[in-house]
T-cell receptor
Framework: KAGVTQTPRYLIKTRGQQVTLSCSPI?????VSWYQQTPGQGLQFLFE???????NKGNFPGRFSGRQFSNSRSEMNVSTLELGDSALYLC?????????????????FGAGSRLTVL | QKEVEQNSGPLSVPEGAIASLNCTYS??????FFWYRQYSGKSPELIMS????GDKEDGRFTAQLNKASQYVSLLIRDSQPSDSATYLC??????????????FGKGTKLSVKP
């Protein structure tokens, strides 16, 4: 069973550019969550998509956006890149929306996309 | 106030010893708690989940939860050099628009010396 696949794995951009990252969840998983990981702030929640709808959103500016397609694949976009956007962007999938039940919805992470902004 | 706090370490233990990792959280309505392990340059992987007060054991790992004290811990028995990694505590949020998403601590770096 294939895991969570993220592309590209590494990318370098310059300030002001935009970037699109892709995430293919585990087959059968319908929820995709995105996290930003930096040495100073750790893992910070960006947003979660389930059934093509954003269900949760973290405390990030509107430059960060995402979407989910009918096959559960998700993309996130960062516009007008800033130096501080340099980070590892992690995608995680789960069977159901993480807030939809009191039970566990285990997150399985992909390998991440490492973004460097120059 | 940070929502999930962990000692950043590094925590250094000799091989074969018990490693004790601690985590406190601020949201009293949180119901689900997780420990993830992250090797350097890799993504986090789930090693334990716990939902009820008390202990939960899985092999060499034991998770402990005390909701009254808002405290979660992870014990690793017979620590091995391969356990050297950063351990992330995660709490499922129970409030408002972010209900359900996992909030992570910054992690504790564990080093097991041969």
């Amino acid at each position: 069973k294939a895991g969570v696949t993220q592309t590209p794995r590494y990318l370098i951009k310059t300030r002001g550019q935009q970037v699109t990252l892709s995430c293919s969840p585990i087959s059968g998983h319908r929820s995709v969550s995105w996290y930003q990981q930096t040495p100073g702030q750790g893992l910070q929640f960006l947003f979660e998509y389930f059934s093509e709808t954003q269900r949760n959103k973290g405390n990030f500016p509107g430059r960060f956006s995402g979407r989910q397609f009918s096959n559960s694949r998700s993309e996130m976009n960062v516009s007008t890149l800033e130096l501080g956007d340099s980070a590892l962007y992690l995608c995680a999938s789960s069977l159901q929306w993480t807030g939809g039940s009191s039970g566990a919805n285990v997150l399985t992470f992909g390998a991440g996309s490492r973004l460097t902004v120059l | 106030q940070k929502e999930v706090e962990q000692n950043s370490g590094p925590l250094s233990v000799p091989e074969g010893a018990i490693a004790s990792l601690n985590c406190t959280y601020s949201d009293r309505v949180s119901q689900s708690f997780f420990w993830y392990r992250q090797y350097s340059g890799k993504s986090p992987e789930l090693i334990m989940s716990i939902y009820s007060n008390g202990d939960k054991e899985d092999g060499r790992f034991t998770a402990q939860l005390n909701k009254a004290s808002q405290y979660v811990s992870l014990l690793i028995r017979d620590s091995q050099p391969s356990d050297s990694a950063t351990y992330l505590c995660a709490v499922r949020s129970g409030r408002g628009g972010s209900q359900g998403n996992l909030i992570f601590g910054k992690g504790t770096k564990l080093s097991v010396k041969p």
